[in-house]
């Protein structure tokens, strides 16, 4: 299977637990690796023939700075689904970073990685 990859897409999201997160917001990063077949599209020059990472960057920034939820998990959950509705996309790698997490020690990042298919 071929990989498609789109790293570190930036949003402002208000996501976690802690009212201050739900108010202030906070700027999440997105990895995503696309899992397909290129070979149809590469052999034909079509971009018709593959996923339009352009597309799948403006949703997935869609889904971070949209419906606040309380969990890293869950924004990786959904926005591992909005990739698998693309046509062609069999597997999705998502890894959602947190650097500003509200941890009390010092810290580089806090990452959920998941990797979703289709049934």
Do not use: W
């Not at 700027?27 to 352009?54: E, N, Q, S, W």
């Not at 939820?69 to 869950?74: A, K, Y």
């Not at 947190?98 to 049934?119: G, H, M």
Request: with cysteine.
């Amino acid at each position: 299977m071929d990989r498609v990859a789109l790293r570190g897409l930036k949003a402002r999201g208000h996501h976690g637990v802690f009212p201050k997160e739900r108010e202030d917001g906070q700027t999440f990063l997105v990895d995503i690796v696309l899992g397909l077949d290129t070979r149809p599209a590469a052999a034909d020059d079509d971009l018709a023939k593959t996923v339009h990472y352009g597309i799948v960057a403006e949703e997935v920034v869609a889904v971070v700075e949209g419906e606040p939820v309380n969990l890293v998990e869950t924004l990786a959950e959904r926005i591992a689904q909005v990739c698998l509705k693309h046509e062609g996309v069999e597997e999705v790698e998502v890894c959602v970073h947190k650097p500003d997490a509200p941890i009390t020690v010092p810290f580089d990042d806090v990452t959920v990685t998941i990797i979703r298919s289709r049934v």
